[in-house]
């Protein structure tokens, strides 16, 4: 049996990031072929190998994000850097993984999630830095604008009511389970143009 509903929603996630990336790894391999025979050298071509490439980066974010997290498994800073730069590109967020050591799939799970609910506070982009100190990491955002909204940022401590988020809003509330599963503290600050998250 699993400890609890969140190890259940960890596997149905992994399960469907799985189911669909057999499919978008069809239609890649089917523009490469495509590019083998010329027939690829098309703006439509084109914008379905951005779309897959796309579509697969958030695939790779989701799994981290929201599936499974053993404590065996490290993730390499190359694979974090990859996999964020990639799910970002188009959003007009620079992602900097400043850490040097790998980090344990629940830390990594964890952060990912922080970086998710970053987004919503940073409108217009901004640049996005990950740097791990002692037992506790920090990110640091930069931008133009920040926009933060207290009441929806209350739930990354279980301060706000559940039934206020939206399904766009869920990893504010799934961070906030996985810091108290790790026994972590999320704090956060903020100024008119950056935003500070700790994990202490």
């Known amino acids: ?92 967020i620079n992602i900097n993984w400043q850490a040097t050591a790998d980090c344990p799939r629940p830390m990594a799970k964890l952060l990912f999630l922080l970086i998710q609910a970053a987004e919503t506070a940073l409108p217009f982009g901004g640049d996005v830095a990950l740097q791990q100190g002692g037992d506790g990491w920090t990110i640091t955002c930069t931008a133009r604008e920040v926009r933060l909204d207290p009441q929806l940022w209350a739930h990354l401590n279980a301060r706000g009511p559940s039934e206020s988020l939206q399904s766009s809003q869920v990893q504010f509330a799934l961070a906030h389970l996985q810091a108290d599963a790790m026994v972590k503290v999320i704090a956060h600050s903020n100024t008119e143009d950056t935003l500070t998250i700790t994990v202490s």
């Open 1 to 92: 049996m699993y400890a609890s509903s969140q190890e259940l929603t960890a596997l149905i996630s992994s399960r469907i990031c799985h189911d669909l990336a057999s499919p978008l790894g069809a239609i890649a391999n089917g523009l490469e072929l495509l590019e083998l025979t010329g027939l690829a050298d098309t703006p439509e071509a084109a914008l379905l190998s951005d779309s897959v490439q796309s579509a697969s980066a958030r695939i790779a974010f989701f799994r981290i994000a929201y599936g499974p997290a053993n404590p065996q498994t490290l993730i390499a800073p190359a694979v974090a850097q990859k996999t964020l730069a990639q799910t970002y590109s188009e959003r007009k």
